[in-house]
Structure formats: C-alpha cells, structure tokens
C-alpha cells in the first residue's frame, strides 16, 4: 500500500481557511487520493476523493499537484465542528479490494 | 447519520468469552467491512464481504470470524477474548468494491474486564 505523510496536528482559528497537506511520493498512477475525518466519539466519514485535478465538494475542496505527489484539503471556513483528525489515502483504483489503510492522520484543533 | 447501524454501541465481557458484533449497511450497499481501532495499533481493517462473499482479508485474528448474510448485514464473531481486543470494532459499507466512498457506523466500543 502507498503511504501518505501528514503532519500529527494542526490548528486553526474558526472562520478562517484550514490547508491540510499530504506527502504521497510514492503514488502510482492508478491511485486516487481519497480524505476521511474521524470526529470525536464517531466513526470515520468521507470527506472528499480525487484523481488528478483539483475538486470541489460541499464539505472541502481537495487540490492536487501536477505531479501527485503531494495534495492538500481545503477547509475553506472552519467551524467548531471541523474539528477533528483528517486521514489522507492512497486507494488503487484497479485493486479487488478496496480496503482502506489509514495512517496517524492530522489531529485539526479549531480555536473559537 | 452515515445510514450504517451497529449493535451493540458498548459491549462489556470478561476474558475467554465470546461476543458478536452486528452491523446492518446502508439500503443499497453490497459490500461490507469491518476495522478495529485501538490506542496503540490506530484504526486497521479486519476483513471485507461483498454480496455475501469473503472479498479480503486484513490483520485479523484466527479467534474472530465475520459473515455477511443474504439480506446484507453482517456479524463479527470475537471468540476467547482477551484484554488486548478492547477497542472500537467500526462497520462500512459501500455501494461495491470499486472505489466508491465507505460510509462508517459509529462503532462498538468492546471493553473486556
């Protein structure tokens, strides 16, 4: 499995943009570049996936580099809520099973 | 709501006991899946069904056994526990095995005494 790097926590200021970065130079070009957040006492929920361009979601925004090895998600106005810790994934999209490999995540704090 | 229902949502046993975990996927998922989550191991998948059917297998444990039954829920089996299988046992689901999003229930928090 690809592995991605994040850093183990960030924090914002709630109102304002959040950019969540993510190391993945090993990617492969069937890969896609999918984002999950685990909220206290919750199970994890899907966030946003891509490919090769940049997208755009009712939750996030998520943009890719030219050459995929990096990507960041984009909270564009953080609230109270945002808060949680945000797992970057590699998922081939060719493989039978699509198990998700989830890292140590960023750990977002969201200052009121 | 993510549209996945677990049961129970805190399950306390003793070691050497046998438990099951049930998870019910959202209306129209074919493929279920089952991760545990500890303190020290984070959150790892176990194994996957699609349609009735074992499709992978991750790190788990020959004292556990899952199955997903014709109208597509699914059971996770953990036979003689030990203290070390305390944690969160999260179900998913997703539409099929092909690169679509899973959708988390909340979790069973086993707790062995």
């Known amino acids: 499995d690809a592995k991605t790097t994040q850093p183990n926590s960030m924090e914002s200021n709630e109102e304002e943009p959040v950019h969540l970065p993510c190391n993945h130079s090993?990617?492969?070009?069937?890969?896609?570049i999918h984002w999950y957040r685990q909220l206290p006492s919750q199970g994890p929920e899907y966030v946003i996936h891509?490919?090769?361009s940049n997208v755009n979601n009712r939750m996030a925004s998520l943009a890719i580099a030219e050459d995929r090895k990096s990507s960041t998600l984009i909270l564009h106005r953080a609230t109270l809520r945002d808060a949680a810790v945000y797992y970057c994934?590699?998922?081939?999209?060719?493989?039978?099973?699509?198990?998700?490999?989830f890292g140590q995540g960023t750990r977002l704090t969201i200052n009121p | 709501d993510s549209g996945v229902t677990q049961t129970p949502k805190h399950l306390i046993t003793a070691t050497g006991q046998r438990v099951t975990l049930r998870c019910s996927p959202r209306?129209?998922?074919?493929?279920v899946y089952w991760y545990q989550q500890s303190l020290d191991q984070g959150l790892q998948f176990l194994i996957q069904?699609?349609?009735?059917?074992?499709?992978a297998k991750g790190n788990i444990l020959e004292r556990f056994s899952a199955q997903q039954f014709p109208d597509l829920h699914s059971e996770l089996n953990l036979s003689s526990l030990e203290l070390g299988d305390s944690a969160l046992y999260f179900c998913?689901?997703?539409?099929?095995?092909?690169?679509?999003?899973?959708?988390f229930g909340d979790g069973t928090r086993l707790s062995i005494l």
């Open positions: 998913a689901s997703s539409v099929d095995s092909q690169n679509q999003p899973q959708h």
């Open positions: 090993t990617i492969s070009g069937t890969d896609y």
């Open positions: 891509g490919l090769t």
């Open positions: 994934i590699l998922r081939d999209s060719f493989q039978g099973a699509q198990k998700l490999v």
């Open positions: 209306s129209g998922d074919l493929s």
């Open positions: 069904y699609y349609n009735g059917e074992e499709r």
